[in-house]
């Protein structure tokens, strides 16, 4: 089956501490890139601390460090299956105009973390 595109910001990405959830489902680091400029990113409270992406108005934001990677249908759909609350996955812009599936968090999380935004990425 065609593979989806899938941006990750936080633990995932590579070389960082959970990219072994996706690398164990066959999925391929692609490239790194940012998103479209009208990201928000926050450090959330949670355990392990996790970064939180906040889609806003056009504009509104920055440009955020994803990484890309390539993963097949029915292994993005397990590993959805595995994403808890506060974060969700839902479609992320990215500034060459793309959009592929991501991370990214529900606002009430928000209301309460540090905004990180100015540093582009987390960690």
Request: proline residues 3%.
């Amino acid at each position: 089956s065609e593979n989806e595109l899938f941006a990750v910001c936080g633990l995932h990405k590579k070389g960082y501490s959970l990219e072994y959830q996706l690398s164990e489902l066959g999925a391929e680091y692609i490239e790194t890139v940012e998103t479209a400029p009208d990201y928000k990113l926050y450090k959330l409270g949670t355990s392990p601390v996790k970064p939180g992406l906040v889609k806003g108005e056009k504009n509104s934001g920055e440009k955020i460090e994803v990484d890309l990677y390539s993963i097949s249908k029915n292994a993005l759909g397990y590993f959805l299956d595995n994403v808890s609350s506060p974060l969700t996955i839902g479609t992320v812009e990215l500034s060459d105009g793309r959009c592929v599936k991501g991370f990214l968090c529900e606002e009430y999380a928000v209301e309460d973390a540090e905004d990180i935004t100015k540093l582009k990425k987390f960690a």
